[in-house]
């Protein structure tokens, strides 16, 4: 028979068919005693017969919360499950994981459920807006964008040596570096970088770049007094200037292969793609304040590695360190899927309607996926 309850905490009608596992929507306890649950939670139930159109009168949410739940899932969220199409085969939404599974919440057998793998840590940013760390397989649910979204990303290398350890870097002028300082990942890893005359800098040496393209990172904060930053690489030779204030932190000429991101906190993730030519010796390196009134400002997580443009933080330590790529997949041999449709990165794609045997999820911030 099918059993039918009003679950007080999510205030939604819940449905289990059979007795065993109902009780887990009230703390993990199996049912035991009917009678018993009956009388003390006032249940309603209601043979199988009684449903017309037993699927009608389903709660689609209530089930994927529940089947999450039960299989000792993360739900991270519940953004969207309040608009979602019940006449879709498939609907994937950044709500909830587990290890290897990232649940979708149509169909509610759970036939649409992707499969994870990633075999290494990775990082994300998490509903807090700092820097944290995921394990092996995990799918990342990531707030980057200010809005969860599925994080899908490429294999890539942190060519940057020591990515938080500013003293291991070389140095010229007098810069002073102080740590202990609140950083993006909720500690206190990040430092003050403060100088007295145009020359203060630091880098470090990359040796010779293969030929390619290459984007480098850094996470910046506003000390308090404004600030013009050189951000460069010596294989690129080109000046990357950001001003770096109270109000923000900008490109002082703005330019497609510079780019800046807020990360809330008053971190900024500041960012420029070049193209190495394979021959010049390659250094990471910044300059303090270019401007006649010197200040300092906060440094965290340099990275270089060879991609179009910045991917989710790796952390490095004494060498180069890599994130391998993630892949999230699903059978698709028995549902019958007519028209597959992607938002990513906030922008709703054409929908594909040659449908493979399995589909792979796209890089990017994944916003939806629906196939109908």
């Keep these: 028979m099918y059993i039918k309850a009003k679950y007080p905490k999510v205030g939604r009608e819940w449905y289990r068919q059979g007795i065993q596992g109902f009780g887990s929507l009230y703390g993990g306890n199996q049912v035991s005693d009917v009678t018993e649950i009956y009388n003390e ?32 899932g993360t739900l991270d969220n519940q953004i969207g499950l309040d608009n979602i199409d019940l006449n879709s085969s498939i609907t994937l939404l950044p709500n909830a994981y587990n290890n290897s599974v990232l649940y979708s919440v149509l169909p509610t057998s759970g036939l649409g459920d992707f499969n994870v793998v990633r075999g290494g840590l990775a990082n994300k940013i998490d509903s807090l807006g700092n820097i944290s760390e995921v394990s092996i397989n995990e799918p990342r649910i990531d707030y980057s964008t200010g809005t969860p979204t599925i994080l899908v990303e490429p294999q890539t290398t942190n060519l940057v040596t020591f990515s938080e350890e500013f003293t291991s870097w070389s140095s010229g002028g ?8 609140s950083s993006p990942d909720g500690g206190n890893n990040a430092y003050l970088f403060e100088n007295s005359s145009n020359g203060d800098r630091l880098q470090q040496s990359l040796g010779i770049l293969d030929a390619g393209t290459y984007t480098q990172s850094l996470f910046v904060k506003n000390k308090g007094g404004d600030v013009r930053m050189n951000f460069k690489n010596n294989s690129f030779g080109g000046s990357n200037v950001f001003l770096i204030t109270d109000g923000g932190v900008v490109a002082e000429t703005p330019n497609a292969n510079r780019n800046v991101e807020d990360y809330g906190n008053g971190w900024f993730r500041i960012s420029f793609t070049f193209t190495s030519n394979g021959t010049n010796g390659s250094f990471i390196q910044f300059f303090g304040d270019l401007g006649a009134v010197k200040d300092g400002f906060y440094i965290f997580g340099a990275q270089l590695e060879e991609q179009a443009n910045a991917t989710s933080y790796i952390s490095t330590n004494g060498a180069a360190a890599t994130r391998l790529e993630d892949v999230m997949s699903v059978d698709l041999t028995s549902l019958a899927i007519s028209s597959i449709t992607e938002t990513i990165n906030g922008v709703e794609q054409t929908p594909i309607t040659s449908i493979p045997s399995t589909y792979t999820i796209p890089q990017g911030n994944i916003n939806k996926i629906v196939m109908i």
């Design 41 to 72: 939670r006032g249940l309603e139930f209601i043979n199988e017969s009684s449903f017309p159109n037993k699927d009608s009168n389903v709660d689609p949410v209530a089930l994927f919360i529940a089947r999450v739940s039960n299989d000792l």
């Design 174 to 181: 007098n810069p002073v570096l102080s740590n202990n300082q």
